[in-house]
Every structure is written in structure tokens, then in C-alpha cells.
């Protein structure tokens, strides 16, 4: 999903997408340092709003539906970048949860009917009302490692902290703290680009269901086009490792349009195919970004 922000707009800095998870003190502490010790013209806010509709019957007798809105900030300071995203989600089963960023069925305050699924054979699932949900919030930090002079190729590295604020009752909560750890690299030349992200996430487990800790992938390539570049169009896959031995490892295919709507925002929209079980059918993402030097907000 922040791959497509990242590459909107064809400039060679290119930025992370942001994975993960601190907690809320140890996160205050970290931009409260940077902030004050990073010249403040090196500093850059932004923000970013993403809406996605993701929707598939996993493993279930019935299909599951789930709008998600996620506001971000990002503060970064010369090769420093703190994050922060806030989800908001209203789905219409509690079969469905948020880790690692991504809708797993993982069975919610029912994961015992996932824990003693039998073959292929699909779980119940009963017709629930739509509930809405502030989900986990999820801390990242992130540096770079290696920078070109023009900026065109970029190694770095992400972690992230997602912090237990949704109870398992809600569905889209795990109820525990999940840590992971990401690389990440991109390269540009001429009009054309390549982003790829692989990460480790160590997942807190559910009451009445142990999950595997995830590997994730992600590989997107892309060309922008139009004056200067204020068009861009890109193709990516992405996998994930299975939460439990029961189920198959998460894979999906996606196409994406970025369009450069002024100097500092972006706006993107990205639809993803899953081809396996525990994919959403479709997902659509929609997402708009501003960013400004710290402390010129709406300027």
C-alpha cells in the first residue's frame, strides 16, 4: 500500500513503507529527540490518509467485507524517519484480523473453529452486523543505510511496533503486541523504477490459537510518465507466510495509477487480486499524501 504513495511522483528520493509497531511512550521519546536535535531545516512532516475496501470469503462459507480508513504521520530528519498510522475499520464479521497491516483470517474470538479446520473443508460463519473499529495503531522507525549521491538507489530499514488496542471481541485485533523488522530497496533510472520490501514480523498469538511469526514480500516495478514525470504506472506481488500450519501462505497481485496533484501531494489508486485462500478476492486502495518542511503545515 505505501509502495504506491512512494513512487506517485517520479522523484529520486525514494521513501519507506512504513511496517510497524512501537509503543506509545518509547515513540513520544524517539520524535521528541529528533525533533530537537535535527536542524529544522532538515526536518519534513507529512501526512497521509488511505481508504481501502477489501473483500473474499477466505475460508469461510460466506463472503467478509472490510473498509478500512488509516491516518498516518511521518516525521523525518535527514536519513531518520518516524512514523505513526492509526486504522479505523468497520467490518461485517469478527473472523477477520489486522496484522501486519494486512485483513487475515485468523477466526477472531472464534479462532478455535481455524485451529480444528479439517482439510479444506470451509469454517461457518454465521451473518454478523457491521461494527466499527479503532484498531491498532502501529509505531515505525525507519534510517537509510546506504544513499546514492543522486538519490536514485536507496537501501534502508524499517521497524515497527503495533500496539494491542483492539480486543480479540472486536475481530480486528489480535489482542497482542506484534514487532517487526523490514528492508527495504528501490531504484530509479530515467522514467522507470523497482521498490521491493522484505520483512520478519514476530506475531503475538491469539487466546485459544497460537499464529507463526510472518515473512513478508513485496516487489513492485513501475514507469512515470507525462511532463516531468506526474504520472506514474506500476505493477506489484506480494506474499506472506501462513499463520497457522492449517492454512495456505498469502499471495496477491495488484496494478496501480499515481498522479503528482500539486508539488507537495500525491494522490494513488492500487487494485489487488489474492490468488490464494487467505487473500481478500479484491482490495482497493485509494491514497492521498501531503508533505510539508516541519513546522509549515498548510502553508
Not at 18 to 39: D, E, H, I
Not at 97 to 114: E, F
Amino acid at each position: 500500500m505505501t509502495v504506491w504513495a512512494t513512487v506517485a511522483r517520479h522523484r529520486p528520493a525514494m521513501r519507506f513503507a512504513p511496517l510497524s509497531k512501537v509503543s506509545w511512550s518509547v515513540g513520544a521519546v524517539v520524535v521528541l529527540s529528533l525533533a530537537t536535535t535535527a536542524p529544522v531545516a532538515a526536518q519534513r512532516l507529512e501526512g497521509a490518509v488511505t481508504a481501502t475496501v477489501a473483500s473474499g470469503d477466505y475460508l469461510f462459507t460466506r463472503g467478509v467485507t472490510s473498509y478500512a480508513l488509516v491516518g498516518g504521520l511521518t516525521l523525518a530528519a535527514t536519513r531518520w524517519r518516524l512514523g505513526l498510522e492509526v486504522p479505523l475499520v468497520r467490518q461485517d464479521a469478527t473472523a477477520v484480523a489486522w496484522v501486519a497491516g494486512m485483513p487475515i483470517p485468523v477466526g477472531g474470538p472464534d479462532a478455535s473453529q481455524l485451529r480444528d479446520r479439517v482439510g479444506e473443508a470451509d469454517i461457518a460463519l454465521a451473518p454478523e452486523a457491521y461494527r466499527t473499529t479503532l484498531a491498532d495503531p502501529t509505531f515505525t522507525v525507519g534510517t537509510d543505510l546506504a544513499l546514492t549521491d543522486d538519490g536514485s538507489v536507496r537501501i534502508g530499514v524499517v521497524g515497527a511496533v503495533k500496539v494491542p488496542a483492539a480486543g480479540v471481541e472486536t475481530g480486528v485485533g489480535t489482542g497482542a503486541t506484534d514487532v517487526g523488522l523490514a528492508g527495504h530497496w528501490s531504484a530509479m533510472g530515467n522514467r522507470s523504477f523497482a521498490v521491493a520490501d522484505f520483512g520478519y514480523w514476530w506475531v503475538g498469538d491469539l487466546p485459544d490459537l497460537a499464529l507463526d511469526d510472518l515473512i513478508t514480500g513485496r516487489f513492485t516495478m513501475g514507469r512515470s510518465f507525462g511532463e516531468m514525470g506526474l504520472f506514474s504506472a506500476m505493477l506489484r506481488w506480494e506474499a506472506a507466510t501462513a499463520v497457522i500450519p492449517q492454512v495456505d501462505p498469502r499471495y496477491s497481485v495488484g496494478a496501480g495509477l499515481g498522479v503528482a496533484v500539486a508539488r507537495e501531494e500525491s494522490l494513488t489508486l492500487a487494485v489487488d487480486r489474492g490468488t490464494s485462500e487467505t487473500a481478500p478476492d479484491w482490495r482497493v486502495t485509494v491514497r492521498w499524501r501531503h508533505g510539508v518542511p516541519a513546522g509549515g503545515w498548510g502553508r
